[in-house]
């Protein structure tokens, strides 16, 4: 099993964890990361973009000019796409985006996801996030003891101080472990994990 150091807020090892190889020592699949990303990110799609067609641009009925005898060509109506505010042929229209991805290899993804992490000595684990006070600048001065440069936290219970002091910090996100998902873990250099949190997502994810 690998085991992992275990440090508090002044970067000081307090102990060490062990971490179960099922979930943070799997064989990592790029392609499968790839498919649930894409399927995180198509959810978050909104799928509102829409544009109006010929039928629904209010325009005169009126025919513009006499069918022949002018030398121009033949028009029917104003809201024709090859005129000027007339309607769009073929434009956009509302759609759901979302691809559905298995909870089986979702699971998997996340396992590969937390494994990459431990490899590129990318995962960092405090044992509890207990900030004083709510103050941005002393949240800061944690994240440069570990030299953390756009970070992940993952918390077991909601921690008002922390999520308040972190809050106006862009490179920071901070979330609860049941929240724990591919797209984050890879978007962000480093993963710090509460101690308590270890036990629950192997929990979770060992099945």
Request: aromatic share 6%; charged share 30%; with cysteine.
């Amino acid at each position: 099993m690998t085991v992992l150091d275990v440090y508090n807020l002044q970067r000081e090892k307090t102990a060490e964890v062990e971490l179960d190889d099922r979930i943070f020592g799997v064989q990592v699949k790029k392609h499968v990361l790839h498919q649930v990303i894409v399927s995180q990110r198509n959810k978050r799609r909104a799928g509102t973009s829409a544009v109006k067609t010929r039928s629904q641009v209010r325009s005169s009925g009126t025919k513009l000019w006499r069918q022949k005898g002018t030398g121009r060509a033949r028009v029917g109506t104003p809201a024709s796409p090859t005129r000027r505010g007339g309607g769009v042929a073929f434009g956009p229209v509302p759609r759901d985006y979302s691809t559905k991805v298995s909870k089986k290899v979702r699971k998997a993804a996340v396992r590969m996801a937390l494994t990459d992490k431990v490899r590129n000595n990318q995962l960092v684990v405090i044992d509890r996030f207990d900030l004083p006070d709510h103050k941005t600048k002393g949240f800061v001065q944690v994240m440069n003891n570990f030299d953390f440069h756009k970070v992940l936290i993952v918390t077991s219970d909601a921690n008002e101080n922390l999520d308040r002091s972190s809050r106006n910090v862009p490179w920071v996100k901070v979330m609860r472990c049941e929240g724990l998902n591919v797209y984050d873990i890879l978007k962000y250099d480093y993963l710090c994990l509460e101690q308590p949190t270890i036990e629950k997502i192997q929990e979770a994810l060992v099945s």
